[in-house]
């Protein structure tokens, strides 16, 4: 087999994942398909594309999978996984991986991973409204996720927490992490599905955030 074939075996092996390495290797491709480096680029890939690996951000565990550790927001695997592919991907590749580990795998504190950050919907900060959805019970890096959100905060981007709202409709949050955001001229609140189209439309006129917080907070018109 010659080098240009072993290296198309090696690309559609990291393409299919490890179930098809058994299909690949009937090819003649013998059992050492994967060099250090591809296999590294490989475990990245199937933390967040293989379904088997039952990991998510709600307990990073392993049920059903090869892999030993998940990662879970609170996880030490989530660094170094963000180090491979970052390392192995170009930034645009890394920030539809990083995408797609929100929505597949619960990730959400990667919104402020800079990748993410850095694309086209905030290059222009002050034309820029971001709404984080969240109850801020975040197991990652705390004090980066609430540095990320000042720092765009003081970069002009009007910031909002919109608080996660239990099935009795009252907000359930962390309230030392929302403390701190207000802190810094970031509102907290939680607001009915209702009443967020009038909040967006003062937003986006240029009303002041702090106020319109209050009023939904108090269901007063805007």
């Not at 951000?57 to 695997?77: C, E, F, H, I, M």
């Not at 907290?188 to 907070?217: M, N, Q, T, W």
Request: hydrophobic fraction near 40%.
């Amino acid at each position: 087999m010659t080098m240009i074939d072993q290296e198309q075996l090696k690309r559609w092996r990291l393409i299919l994942g490890a179930a098809s390495e058994e299909k690949l290797q009937s090819f003649g491709a013998g059992d050492g398909m994967l060099d250090e480096e591809s296999r590294l680029m490989d475990e990245a890939l199937a933390a967040i594309y293989d379904e088997t690996s039952g990991i998510s951000a709600d307990d990073g565990s392993n049920v059903g999978g090869p892999r030993k550790a998940g990662l879970g927001p609170s996880s030490p695997k989530l660094a170094k996984w963000l180090g491979d592919i970052r390392t192995f991907f170009p930034p645009d590749v890394v920030s539809v991986i990083q995408s797609d580990a929100i929505e597949r795998k619960g990730l959400k504190q990667l919104l402020f991973e800079p990748e993410l950050l850095s694309q086209s919907f905030i290059t222009e900060p002050k034309k820029t409204l971001f709404i984080l959805v969240s109850d801020l019970y975040e197991g990652g890096n705390r004090k980066e996720m609430i540095q990320r959100l000042v720092d765009m905060h003081q970069a002009g981007v009007k910031t909002i927490c919109l608080l996660a709202l239990s099935d009795q409709g009252v907000p359930s949050y962390d309230d030392a992490v929302a403390k701190k955001l207000a802190q810094y001229g970031i509102p907290c609140f939680g607001c009915s599905p209702e009443k967020l189209p009038e909040f967006i439309e003062g937003a986006l006129k240029g009303h002041d955030l702090a106020v319109l917080a209050e009023r939904v907070k108090h269901g007063k018109g805007m």
